[in-house]
């Protein structure tokens, strides 16, 4: 009887350590530093002032000295992606930030263990395939979403050109996250009496062709949150300021390339909701498993003065001009 109460005892005991454990988070490595792997999908001004919002969070918290961050760029490459998120695993990160969607899918595949927190990803059902998608990811993932109200950009494009007729959807076939963008737009628009015809090209060497296209036969174009757009913007610019076709756009960082009007969010301030919730999970042992995903709490709309004057548009009221960088 003693020997089997010891036993019952030591088990309790045992068990008692692991909640305890859990509860106080993850130990930095023997250094005493966090390792946080991030792997960007590519450099453009959105990406890179999430990332850097997020780094300036977790420093915040935990102390530039407490942290040790792997920054990799994935060339606009999810095969690069992949790479990278695997040589993380290989590396043994206590987390993982990917910063866009073709990111957050390596990290995915890479590891079911390892903490993963996304950020600038639209729609985490959409980039995960989950079906029914509740708001939690569930597993070890969990981030934030750049989604600006998709009802509320399309209206953007009926009042900035309230005598369009056609509009463009011009977006990167391969970004999951666009095509899901532009299908609840263009639904949204029909609803209205609108044309809308997707234009959807493959990577930045067919994107003048495919644009050309659009700006021949739209009265003006939309452009979602799209990695490979922002990191393009140029190239639809000189298409279609020549062609005084109005561009719309999903977020600042295009708009103020190439665009008119956008609805707006802070991928900094995104980032750095991403951080606090890293820190949660390192030091505060929380479970990224039951984490829902969360979003910009503002959302604010701005015009490209430049590009305004130069197609004759007066900007609406209630717009913020785009502080030039």
Same mark, same amino acid.
């Given at each position: 009887?003693? +020997?089997?109460?010891?036993?019952?005892?030591?088990?309790?005991?045992? &068990?008692?350590?692991?909640?305890?454990?859990?509860?106080? /988070?993850?130990?930095?490595?023997?250094?005493?530093?966090?390792?946080?792997?991030? &792997?960007?999908? &590519?450099?453009?001004?959105?990406?890179?002032?999430?990332?850097?919002?997020?780094? %300036?969070?977790?420093?915040?918290?935990?102390?530039?000295?407490?942290?040790?961050?792997?920054?990799?760029?994935? %060339?606009?490459?999810?095969?690069?992606?992949?790479?990278?998120?695997? %040589?993380?695993?290989?590396?043994?990160?206590?987390?993982?930030?990917?910063?866009?969607?073709?990111? $957050?899918?390596?990290?995915?595949?890479?590891?079911?263990?390892? #903490?993963?927190? /996304?950020?600038? &990803?639209?729609? @985490?059902?959409?980039?995960?395939?989950? +079906?029914?998608?509740? /708001?939690?990811?569930?597993?070890?993932?969990?981030?934030?979403?750049?989604?600006? *109200?998709?009802? =509320?950009?399309?209206?953007?494009?009926?009042?900035?050109? *309230?005598?369009? =007729?056609?509009?463009? $959807?011009?977006?990167?076939?391969?970004?999951?996250?666009?095509?899901?963008?532009?299908?609840?737009? =263009?639904?949204?628009?029909?609803?209205?009496? $609108?044309?809308?015809?997707?234009?959807?090209?493959?990577?930045?060497?067919?994107?003048? %062709?495919?644009?050309?296209?659009?700006?021949?036969?739209?009265?003006?174009?939309?452009?979602?949150?799209?990695?490979?757009?922002?990191?393009?913007?140029?190239?639809?610019?000189?298409?279609?300021?020549?062609?005084?076709? #109005?561009?719309?756009?999903?977020?600042?960082?295009?708009?103020?390339?190439?665009?008119?009007?956008?609805?707006?969010?802070?991928? @900094?301030?995104?980032?750095?909701?991403?951080?606090?919730?890293?820190?949660?999970?390192?030091?505060?042992?929380?479970?990224?498993?039951?984490?829902?995903?969360?979003?910009?709490?503002?959302?604010?709309?701005?015009?490209?003065?430049?590009?305004?004057?130069?197609?004759?548009?007066?900007?609406?009221? /209630?717009?913020?001009?785009?502080?030039?960088?």
């Amino acid at each position: 009887m003693k +020997k089997a109460l010891s036993l019952v005892l030591a088990l309790i005991m045992c &068990v008692g350590c692991c909640f305890a454990f859990t509860a106080c /988070g993850t130990d930095p490595t023997a250094d005493g530093k966090y390792k946080i792997g991030i &792997v960007q999908l &590519v450099e453009h001004v959105a990406l890179d002032a999430a990332t850097e919002g997020f780094k %300036q969070a977790v420093i915040d918290e935990l102390g530039e000295d407490k942290v040790e961050f792997d920054f990799q760029n994935g %060339q606009n490459d999810p095969n690069t992606c992949s790479t990278i998120a695997n %040589q993380f695993v290989s590396n043994n990160v206590d987390l993982i930030m990917a910063n866009a969607t073709p990111a $957050l899918q390596a990290a995915a595949a890479a590891t079911g263990e390892i #903490p993963i927190l /996304g950020t600038s &990803v639209t729609e @985490y059902g959409v980039a995960l395939e989950i +079906k029914d998608f509740n /708001g939690t990811v569930g597993g070890n993932i969990s981030g934030t979403s750049d989604l600006a *109200p998709l009802d =509320k950009q399309a209206e953007m494009i009926t009042e900035w050109c *309230p005598d369009a =007729k056609a509009v463009g $959807l011009l977006y990167c076939s391969k970004e999951a996250n666009s095509q899901y963008q532009v299908d609840v737009v =263009k639904a949204n628009l029909e609803s209205k009496g $609108l044309t809308a015809t997707l234009y959807p090209f493959t990577d930045s060497n067919d994107l003048a %062709q495919i644009c050309t296209t659009a700006a021949d036969n739209c009265d003006v174009i939309y452009v979602p949150t799209d990695n490979t757009v922002a990191e393009n913007t140029g190239i639809i610019d000189n298409i279609c300021e020549p062609k005084k076709i #109005p561009v719309i756009a999903g977020e600042e960082g295009i708009c103020s390339g190439c665009g008119i009007a956008t609805l707006s969010i802070s991928y @900094y301030d995104l980032g750095y909701t991403t951080g606090k919730m890293a820190v949660k999970i390192l030091r505060d042992g929380a479970d990224i498993s039951t984490m829902p995903i969360e979003y910009a709490e503002k959302q604010t709309p701005k015009y490209n003065k430049q590009n305004c004057e130069a197609l004759g548009i007066t900007p609406l009221e /209630g717009y913020e001009a785009i502080e030039a960088n």
